[in-house]
């Protein structure tokens, strides 16, 4: 069963939406930061870390685009390579079998008995 993309789309958007917010909290005032820190939780985190996450959201969120899109982060790296295959090697795993080739047929010799169809040449008697 695949995931379908729009689904994998809107959560790559979610991701990048919430790592755009953590960006957003990493660049509050002085004032702000201050608030904060008297909670705990999301918002007790130095300024810096929520610019570090929110970069690290972005990118995941990217991925996520980009796997949905058709790119392979690890290329080859799993599973067996593939070659593609030849008239020659397909489709058995010895090769297509070659059979001879019929013998040609004889050529064909002169009949010597009177043709019984008439002759479409104009006849040159009188």
């Given at each position: 069963?695949?995931i379908?993309i729009?689904?994998?789309?809107?959560?790559?958007?979610?991701?990048i939406?919430?790592?755009v917010?953590?960006?957003?909290?990493?660049?509050?005032?002085?004032?702000?930061d201050?608030?904060?820190?008297?909670r705990k939780?999301?918002y007790?985190?130095?300024r810096r870390?929520?610019?570090?996450?929110?970069?690290?959201?972005?990118?995941?969120?990217?991925?996520?685009?980009?796997?949905?899109?058709?790119?392979n982060?690890?290329?080859?790296?799993?599973?067996?390579?593939?070659e593609?295959?030849?008239?020659l090697?397909?489709?058995?795993?010895?090769?297509?079998?070659?059979?001879?080739?019929?013998?040609?047929?004889?050529a064909?010799?002169?009949?010597?008995?009177?043709?019984?169809?008439?002759?479409?040449?104009?006849?040159?008697?009188?």
């Amino acid at each position: 069963m695949r995931i379908p993309i729009w689904l994998l789309d809107g959560l790559a958007v979610l991701v990048i939406v919430f790592g755009v917010y953590r960006i957003r909290i990493g660049f509050r005032s002085d004032e702000q930061d201050k608030r904060a820190r008297t909670r705990k939780g999301l918002y007790a985190m130095s300024r810096r870390k929520h610019v570090l996450i929110g970069i690290i959201y972005v990118m995941l969120g990217a991925g996520l685009i980009a796997t949905a899109l058709g790119w392979n982060p690890f290329g080859n790296l799993f599973g067996p390579t593939v070659e593609p295959g030849t008239t020659l090697t397909a489709p058995t795993s010895t090769g297509i079998q070659r059979v001879p080739a019929p013998p040609p047929a004889p050529a064909a010799k002169p009949s010597t008995q009177p043709s019984t169809q008439p002759s479409t040449q104009p006849s040159t008697q009188p």
